[in-house]
């Protein structure tokens, strides 16, 4: 039996997630009183699906548009991945936006997610390969020799914890020195 609960975003907590002929499909009911549903063809239709740890939480949830507010309302449980519940039973949390548009974070069991990251693979194209190859190349190949815009970027590590003060000032030291 398979585990899928909406956490939050777009789609209302109580939509379903359905195997209609073998294809995934998500039945999400219409606000207010009604018997209509909204269905979403996950075929073709899942633009980016990523698995939400507590290592990555922040960054994934940013990269989706999420606000900090936003993962503070879904509560821990909904951002453990991993989270043992009822013995051995895995969950997964995940982000998933939909070509359509809509976003949620779902958790569900690990063969779900196979199931939802399969659906990610195959509607995938060519070109959106070669994007994402050149978003890693423009990525790596991100230096910038302005030396404002590089002690920007060293406060935001400090500030954030990445780097130590320490740290900070001996590259903040070498950028003014290489000015």
């Known amino acids: ?3 899928f609960k909406i956490m939050g975003g777009d789609l209302p907590k109580t ?6 002929f ?3 499909q998500l039945s999400a009911p219409r606000p207010g009183f009604t018997l209509r549903t909204d269905t979403y063809d996950l075929k073709n239709n899942i633009a980016l699906i990523e698995q939400i740890t507590e290592d990555n939480k922040n960054k994934v949830l940013s990269k989706a548009g999420w606000s900090t507010l936003g993962a503070i309302a879904l509560g821990p449980v909904g951002l453990l991945a991993g989270l043992l519940m009822g013995g051995r039973t895995k969950y997964i949390c995940m982000a998933v936006k939909l070509k359509s548009g809509e976003e949620f974070i779902a958790e569900c069991d690990i ?3 196979q199931k939802f990251h399969s659906a990610f693979l195959e509607s ?3 070109r959106d390969n070669e994007v994402d190859e ?3 190349i423009a990525a790596k190949n991100n230096t910038t020799s302005d030396p404002t ?7 935001e ?6 780097i130590t003060e320490e740290e900070y000032k001996e590259k903040a030291r070498k950028v003014l020195c290489d000015i």
């Open 149 to 155: 815009a590089l002690l920007k970027q060293l406060k």
């Open 15 to 20: 939509t379903a997630l359905i195997t209609v």
């Open 111 to 113: 063969k779900t997610y």
């Open 157 to 162: 590590l400090k500030d954030s914890g990445v």
């Open 134 to 136: 050149e978003k890693e």
């Open 22 to 24: 073998g294809a995934l």
């Open 1 to 3: 039996m398979s585990h």
């Open 124 to 126: 995938r194209t060519p």
